[in-house]
């Protein structure tokens, strides 16, 4: 068969014909071929301290769930609105550690969509210019950003929940990734060198003698 036909083929087609099961079949395997390379770039380029396997999974989920959505909505204005209403009821909980995978997840919507309507070679195209802008965000010095975790061992549970308060009241800017319950210990990531990070613990330590006991500082990336 000649690749350029069969391309042709699972191509937009006119406003109002038909779309075979066949064209949305192969729409459909291409998006599973997308996802899964936005899915390892994504891994091989993530520079945080653990990567969540829950988060590949679910940018190759989304990139399918997209392509299929955008099939189902076709040109019917009707069914679009219905189907927003209708998933406008779902409600994510789940908080992302790092902003950049956000911006990975509306990519991958955007390379299902665009795969589900038949516009390979945009979807091919974004992917082109946007994976490699991942590893560049890495390895890059211009645009790498350090992040400095600062652990926080605190005396007991009413201590844990001073410190979160006390934090609030500071100009610097923590992101909290983890509660310890068990050991009393709260974890952040703070978007500076580790001798700014170990200054910063310090100065909370200090402040705080009767709540922090302790605290760990150690580089992410």
């Known amino acids: 068969m000649d690749l350029k036909k069969f391309f042709d083929s699972l191509s937009p087609i006119a406003m109002g014909n038909p779309i075979g099961l066949e064209v949305i079949f192969w729409r459909m395997i291409a998006a599973l071929g997308f996802a899964l390379i936005i899915g390892g770039v994504s891994y091989i380029a993530y520079s945080g301290r653990e990567f969540e396997k829950s988060n590949l999974h679910a940018q190759i989920l989304v990139t399918l769930v997209s392509a299929m959505v955008i099939n189902v909505i076709g040109d019917n204005f009707a069914r679009a609105i219905g189907l927003f209403g209708a998933m406008s009821f779902i409600r994510f909980r789940t908080t992302l550690r790092d902003t950049k995978d956000t911006a990975i ?117």
């Open 105 to 221: 997840f509306f990519f991958s919507v955007a390379v299902g969509m665009s795969t589900g309507l038949g516009f390979f070679e945009l979807s091919m195209i974004a992917m082109l210019i946007i994976l490699p802008l991942l590893f560049a965000l890495k390895y890059i010095p211009l645009f790498k950003m350090e992040i400095t975790e600062i652990e926080l061992v605190c005396l007991d549970n009413p201590a844990m929940d001073s410190i979160r308060e006390y934090l609030k009241t500071l100009k610097e800017k923590l992101t909290l990734v983890e509660v310890k319950v068990a050991k009393f210990q709260l974890v952040f990531h703070y978007s500076h060198a580790a001798d700014k990070a170990f200054a910063l613990a310090e100065k909370i330590k200090t402040a705080n003698p009767e709540t922090v006991t302790n605290f760990n500082v150690k580089k992410v990336q």
